[in-house]
């Protein structure tokens, strides 16, 4: 790629957008993940009496649904990210390529 | 005799049974030391239909396979859907099927967070590497860290943190078959052996990535059919009531605590600790580095990493994310309930029990007994030829990977300096290929009465701790330069290594110097390695005042724009 394309992509606003939201997007669903995950693990360090309680009259713990959880929470993210990126994200992204690519 | 088979003796003390696959999943899911069974010959059978088809699509795949693009990455004409099954089959292991159902057998719970923790890297991977691999890199991942930075001193990195980690992880695949077919279908050990690396040269030798994809992808359709169905007839026993089923397995391990002895209050609470965390997170220092080790690990595992180059556009390597974060948690799921299912029908079952009331073959049966269970004779030896199967598909891409980064990084970049022609450089890679084919063979027969079990976590380790920070921060860190990615991913990977050496699962289970001796206390050393790492690569790359570190820091927009947009990127060979 010539340095004139580069500075052309560089400076065109739907580029600029794209890169802010999708970088913004991405670095907090990020963080959302971590959450989950490292909280999840710390219960499990340091609160395993919560995870183990009963849920109701039965065996049923606090811990299982809440496992399960994460790994939907896992699942449903990452297709929240993709609806996103396949919609918004490559529509900027055709707009860059149309306005730069003549 | 290894402490698989000896936890199997003891099979009716859950505390004990909990200490012992807890050191066994906390190193990896390993499989351990097996005795050999009555060949199978039902199995055997299913396995060698297996083998026909895959080298029909073998035949298929090498008419397809000209170029270096073609062997590297099936001429970039893989569909998302089709990658994500791949990737999903890449990452679906015997050893997480089996390894995973014994574990959530013997403790329940503790299982699952196993799972979640090789789960919950493929989001971080959509939202932060995928696009952005796929826009910038060609063959290998090197070609992304290597981007806007001198080409050698990288490359060599790359190279060896792409062969370190394939040699880990292909050891432990290669003991992990000999000991499964010993189990499966009472063959010998080094037989077994010899039979996956000769396959799988075969398959990457003619049908090159093409070949190694779609035995990926037929494995993955059989390995979650079987899971499928033998959930699901769990599930039908109990009305599809998952209560009845938690219900079912709590009364069984309470009966089984009171048979050993227990009196009834303690019983039920050994019952009912099924359903909560056990010892699996023994301190929190380890629990964490751990997860850490799991969830960037997979950022950095050179065979998954390539498989973002087999598909024509950042939006498919984005699908095949999906594809394959669903199909993984699925599975996970799906070895959840077969778990417990096997609890019901495998762990109070006579037919499947040795004379002191352990699991035949050991506790890693449980959902090779369940299959037997639920769907008789027949159905055993599919799930038992699929366990094979997976070995073999894993240890091709693996194999595939370890070639490339020798041909396209070392023998074409470094040695010829990018001139190398493709013929050439296809040969170097399918010389490596039966190099590496040979090297697995030996090593598999080498360390076949060494105790493994941390090779695998010791591979996402070093993945998380080296391969993952330099593509990260090159990707993503204007002001990283060459020299400062080089030093800092070199020091993640030495202090993973160091590190795992020093831990008790090396320098005590395998090492055998005495109890309490092991330098480094942690079952993981990712937390402390990725900072090394991570710090490294800032530090050096703050103090690189070169002449190098200019145009390093200058190439980050040409580079930023290309990782956005795709503008530039490598597409798909046309067939």
Redesign the interface.
């Known amino acids: 790629?010539d340095?004139s394309?580069?500075q052309r992509?560089?400076s065109n606003p739907a580029?600029l957008q794209?890169?802010a939201k999708?970088s913004r997007?991405?670095?907090w669903?990020?963080l959302a993940?971590?959450v989950v995950?490292?909280g999840?693990?710390?219960l499990?360090?340091?609160d395993?009496a919560f995870?183990?309680q009963l849920t109701g009259d039965?065996?049923?713990?606090v811990?299982?649904p809440l496992?399960?959880g994460?790994?939907?929470f896992?699942?449903v993210?990452?297709?929240v990210?993709?609806r996103r990126?396949?919609t918004e994200f490559?529509e900027l992204?055709s707009a860059?390529?149309k306005a730069?690519?003549k | 005799m290894s402490r698989l088979s000896t936890s199997a003796r003891r099979v009716l003390t859950l505390l004990a049974l909990v200490s012992v696959s807890v050191a066994a999943w906390a190193a990896g899911a390993d499989l351990g030391q097996a005795d050999k069974q009555a060949t199978n010959w039902t199995a055997i059978g299913m396995f060698g239909l297996f083998v026909l088809g895959t080298l029909f699509i073998t035949k298929w795949a090498a008419a397809k396979t000209r170029s270096a693009s073609d062997f590297y990455t099936a001429g970039g004409g893989i569909t998302g859907f089709q990658n994500g099954l791949a990737i999903a089959g890449d990452y679906m292991s015997a050893a997480s099927f089996l390894g995973i159902s014994a574990a959530v057998m013997a403790s329940g719970?503790d299982g699952?967070?196993y799972?979640?923790g090789f789960?919950?890297g493929?989001?971080?991977i959509?939202?932060?590497m995928a696009?952005r691999l796929r826009n910038l890199g060609k063959f290998t991942f090197a070609d992304v860290a290597a981007f806007r930075f001198q080409q050698a001193p990288i490359r060599i990195f790359a190279a060896s943190g792409t062969l370190v980690v394939v040699a880990f992880y292909l050891i432990a695949q290669m003991v992990g078959a000999g000991q499964l077919i010993k189990l499966l279908f009472g063959l010998e050990y080094w037989i077994a052996v010899v039979i996956v690396g000769a396959l799988m040269m075969v398959y990457v030798l003619f049908g090159g990535m093409t070949a190694t994809t779609w035995v990926q992808i037929i494995k993955a359709c059989l390995l979650l059919g079987g899971a499928s169905f033998m959930a699901f007839m769990v599930l039908l026993h109990f009305g599809f009531s998952?209560?009845a089923m938690?219900?079912g397995a709590?009364q069984i391990k309470t009966d089984l605590a009171l048979k050993d002895g227990k009196v009834a209050e303690a019983a039920a609470s050994i019952g009912?600790?099924i359903?909560?965390?056990g010892n699996?997170?023994k301190?929190?220092i380890s629990?964490?580095s751990f997860?850490m080790a799991l969830?960037f690990g997979t950022a950095g595992l050179p065979h998954i990493l390539m498989r973002f180059f087999t598909v024509p556009s950042a939006?498919e390597a984005?699908?095949s994310?999906?594809w394959a974060?669903?199909w993984i948690?699925y599975f996970?799921?799906l070895t959840?309930i077969i778990g417990f299912g096997a609890i019901t029908f495998v762990l109070i079952n006579p037919q499947f029990l040795d004379a002191k009331g352990g699991l035949l073959g050991g506790n890693n049966m449980a959902a090779v007994h369940l299959a037997n269970a639920v769907g008789g004779n027949v159905f055993l030896g599919f799930i038992s030829a699929v366990a094979f199967a997976t070995i073999l598909a894993v240890v091709a891409g693996l194999t595939l990977s370890g070639a490339s980064a020798v041909s396209h990084d070392l023998y074409a970049t470094v040695l010829k300096k990018g001139k190398a022609d493709s013929a050439a450089e296809l040969r170097v890679s399918k010389i490596t290929t039966v190099c590496l084919g040979v090297v697995a063979v030996v090593l598999g027969i080498a360390f076949e009465k060494q105790n493994i079990a941390f090779m695998v976590s010791l591979a996402f380790a070093i993945a998380a701790s080296a391969n993952f920070p330099v593509l990260f921060m090159s990707v993503l860190w204007k002001d990283c330069t060459t020299k400062g990615a080089v030093i800092g991913g070199f020091l993640g990977l030495v202090s993973s290594v160091g590190l795992t050496v020093v831990s008790p699962s090396v320098w005590e289970a395998t090492l055998g110097n005495p109890k309490g001796s092991a330098l480094f206390p942690y079952t993981s050393p990712a937390l402390f390695s990725m900072a090394i790492g991570f710090a490294g690569i800032w530090l050096f790359s703050v103090l690189d005042k070169s002449q190098r570190a200019r145009v390093d820091r200058a190439g980050f927009?040409?580079q930023?724009?290309?990782s956005?947009?795709?503008?530039?990127a490598a597409t798909a060979s046309a067939h």
């Open positions: 790629m340095e394309l580069v992509i560089a580029y794209l890169k999708r997007f991405g670095w669903l990020t993940m971590m995950y490292y999840f693990i710390l499990v360090a340091f395993k995870l183990s039965g065996v049923m713990t811990g299982i496992g399960f994460v790994i939907v896992t699942i993210i990452t297709a990210y993709v990126a396949n490559d992204s860059v390529a730069v690519l | 719970f699952l967070i799972s979640i789960l919950v493929w989001p971080v959509t939202f932060l696009e998952p209560e938690f219900a709590v009912q600790s359903m909560g965390p699996f997170v301190d929190p629990a964490i997860g969830m939006k984005r699908k994310v999906m974060t669903g948690g996970y799921l959840f927009l040409a930023q724009v290309r956005e947009t795709g503008i530039g």
